[in-house]
Structures are given as structure tokens and as C-alpha cells.
């Protein structure tokens, strides 16, 4: 999408270091405070009261809303003070009063891809990497670490584990507890979350659920049937998975559960019974 650029407006109440590099376009609106190593790009609206500090790299087309605060430093007790950064891509969302932490260790990011909704008052903590196209909702708090895969839809006032990894295309109720996995294509819900079935709005709005005339959702209702309904233990029924030709959704499901039962990761949700 072409950007209709502007000039770079800056309001005479906001503080913005000479150092830090705002590209064509950008507005910066009363009271922001933006700090010596932010970079922001073409066409990016930083509302009144925005902090952004630290080393922060922000794509076109951003939207930061009223009291957000980008770039500070990570609530993480091992923290020394290293040099590291918050990346964003283009036309992202971020509304009232979010907080994104830059990372932890020196030469280490948080980075959100683009295209992406973060509602007010949410919280993405520090070493997290979103990809595209994901709608956090309001008052969500994702610790560090978290991976959150294209197109997820997170509700409302819930909280995230560190080190969870959340698939594509996956949709958490609201007000759930999110302490492990999240498969990608499914709905979880609860307290705690629990797999309850496939995402099948999320995947009839993508348009997958039409694709080799809707062969692909038939075979990922199979696989989701084998691993959550067959009464076999998960890892031997992704063995049995692995027996068919697995069409691209059920790969990715298949291959996502194998690594979350792998060595270092937190295994995935259960289903519900």
C-alpha cells in the first residue's frame, strides 16, 4: 500500500532527541517523548504522551496511540543495562497505554511483525517475536519469550506464560490461563486453557477451509480427531499422523506439536474431555 506522505510534523510540546531519525511523514504528537536511538519510518502517527526509548526500529505506516511506551527497558531482573532493541514492521496498531520492553541480553530483540492489533492496556514483554496479522485484545499480558504466530486472535484480559509458544491462526478465549501451548488452527479457552476444537471461523475467513475443495480442513479435522480423540498418548498419535500425506495445515500442526513435546519447550495445552 503507497503511503500519502506528508511532512514530518513535529508539536512544539513533544521532546525528540536530534539524534533520534524520523523519516518522511512522521507525526509526533503533544508530550511524546522520543529518545536518541529510536528510528521511526515513513508515515508513523506517535500520539500525545508516547515514550519511545531506547533502541527502537519502527517500519511505515505505525500507529501508536495515546500513553504508549515503546523501548524501555525489560521488567527482568538479569538485565545489566546491554544494548538491545524493540523491532517493529509496518502499519501496525498500537493503542492507549501499551508497553513493549526491549530485550534482555545484549544483541537480542523484541520484535513484532506487521499488520498487527494490540488493543489498550496490553503488555508484550521483553524477547518476544509476533509475526503478522495477530489481534491481542485489551489488558493481555504476554511475558517474555512468548512466539505468537501469524493471524492469532488473543482475548481480553488473560495472561501468557514465558516461553509459550502460540500457533497460527490460533484463537484464545478471553480471561483464560495460558501456561502452555497453543496449537496452531485450534480455539482454547479456561481456566486453565484447555484445547476445545478447531478455529473454524478463523479459518473458513482466511479462506483455507475452501482450498482442494476443502480437502485441507477435512484432513486437519482427522489429524485434530487422532491426536485429541483417539485415546492414544500425543506423542504416539503424531507418530501415526506422520503416516499419512499430510496436506500444508496438517504439517503445521503436526510439526508444531513436535517440537512443543520436545526438549526445552513447555508441551502443549491438553484438550478438554
Same mark, same amino acid.
Given at each position: ?11 512544539? &510540546? ?20 522520543? #529518545? ?6 515513513? #508515515?508513523?502517527? +506517535?500520539?500525545?504522551?508516547v515514550v519511545i526509548d531506547g533502541r527502537v526500529r519502527m517500519g511505515q505506516g505505525n500507529r +501508536? ?6 523501548? @524501555? ?13 524493540v523491532v517493529l514492521g509496518d502499519n501496525n496498531t498500537i493503542r492507549e497505554c501499551v508497553t ?6 545484549? #544483541? !537480542?530483540? &523484541? ?19 509476533? =509475526?503478522?496479522?495477530?489481534? +491481542?485484545?485489551?489488558?493481555?499480558? %504476554?511475558?517474555g519469550h512468548v512466539v505468537i504466530g501469524d493471524r492469532a486472535v488473543v482475548g481480553g484480559m ?9 500457533? &497460527?491462526?490460533?484463537? %484464545? =478465549? ?14 482454547? !479457552? ?6 476445545? =476444537?478447531?478455529? /473454524? ?9 475452501? /482450498? ?9 479435522? !482427522? +489429524?485434530?480427531?487422532?491426536?485429541? /480423540? ?22 503445521? @500442526? ?10 526445552? /519447550? ?8
Amino acid at each position: 500500500m503507497m503511503l500519502q506522505l506528508m511532512a514530518t510534523s513535529v508539536h512544539p &510540546t513533544a521532546i525528540v532527541d536530534p539524534r533520534a531519525e524520523l523519516a518522511e511523514g512522521v507525526e509526533v504528537g503533544p508530550y511524546a517523548v522520543i #529518545g536518541p536511538e529510536a528510528q521511526i519510518g515513513a #508515515g508513523c502517527r +506517535i500520539g500525545p504522551h508516547v515514550v519511545i526509548d531506547g533502541r527502537v526500529r519502527m517500519g511505515q505506516g505505525n500507529r +501508536i496511540f495515546p500513553g504508549a511506551c515503546i523501548g @524501555l527497558e525489560p521488567q527482568d531482573l538479569k538485565y545489566n543495562g546491554a544494548p538491545t532493541e524493540v523491532v517493529l514492521g509496518d502499519n501496525n496498531t498500537i493503542r492507549e497505554c501499551v508497553t513493549i520492553n526491549r530485550a534482555t541480553a545484549e #544483541g !537480542e530483540q &523484541t520484535r513484532l511483525g506487521s499488520g498487527n492489533l494490540l488493543m489498550a492496556y496490553s503488555h508484550l514483554g521483553h524477547n518476544c517475536d509476533l =509475526g503478522d496479522r495477530i489481534v +491481542i485484545a485489551n489488558g493481555v499480558a %504476554v511475558a517474555g519469550h512468548v512466539v505468537i504466530g501469524d493471524r492469532a486472535v488473543v482475548g481480553g484480559m488473560l495472561g501468557i506464560h514465558q516461553f509459550v509458544h502460540i500457533g &497460527t491462526m490460533a484463537m %484464545v =478465549g478471553g480471561m483464560s490461563r495460558i501456561d502452555r501451548d497453543v496449537p496452531p488452527f485450534m480455539t482454547v !479457552e479456561g481456566h486453565p486453557g484447555r484445547v476445545r =476444537g478447531l478455529n /473454524r471461523i478463523g479459518l473458513r475467513r482466511s479462506g483455507l477451509a475452501e /482450498r482442494d475443495g476443502g480437502a485441507q480442513l477435512r484432513q486437519l479435522q !482427522e +489429524i485434530w480427531t487422532l491426536l485429541y /480423540r483417539s485415546g492414544h498418548v500425543l506423542a504416539d498419535a503424531l507418530i501415526q499422523a506422520r503416516q499419512h500425506e499430510l496436506l500444508p495445515p496438517a504439517q503445521t @500442526l503436526v510439526s508444531f506439536l513436535e517440537a512443543s513435546i520436545g526438549q526445552g /519447550r513447555r508441551g502443549p495445552l491438553p484438550a478438554s474431555r
